[in-house]
């Protein structure tokens, strides 16, 4: 079992910036894929971007060049910069954490991007 512990969500005006944090506690596995998922009222969860235990990374279109994806493997952390925040990133932010066949959640962060 993995848990997942989210922190850095909250209120922010356009043009703003938040750092989102999750740390990985339980069996975890040297190789595993860390990412970030969100889903606004009335939609599907979407991805984000993933980072492996290797560094390599992807994003959504929707999201490249404002926000970036990183990770502590020492930490088990992964951590989610959002800057240039608008209004429609607003969602509840999920970290996501998957090795071998498993896939584990955290509870959810709200992200909130309004004047």
């Known amino acids: 079992q993995v848990q997942l512990v989210e922190s850095g969500g909250g209120l922010v005006q356009p043009g703003g910036s938040l750092r989102l944090s999750c740390v990985a506690s339980g069996s975890i596995f040297r190789i595993n894929v860390m990412g970030w998922y969100r889903q606004a009222p009335g939609k599907e969860r979407e991805l984000v971007a993933g980072?492996?235990?290797?560094?390599?990374?992807n994003y959504a279109d929707s999201v490249k060049g404002r926000f970036t994806i990183s990770r502590d493997n020492a930490k088990n952390t992964v951590y989610l910069q959002m800057n240039s925040l608008k209004p429609e990133d607003t969602a509840v932010y999920y970290c996501n954490f998957v090795q071998t066949y498993f896939t584990f959640w955290g509870q959810g962060t709200q992200v909130t991007v309004s004047s």
């Open positions: 980072i492996t235990s290797g560094g390599s990374t």
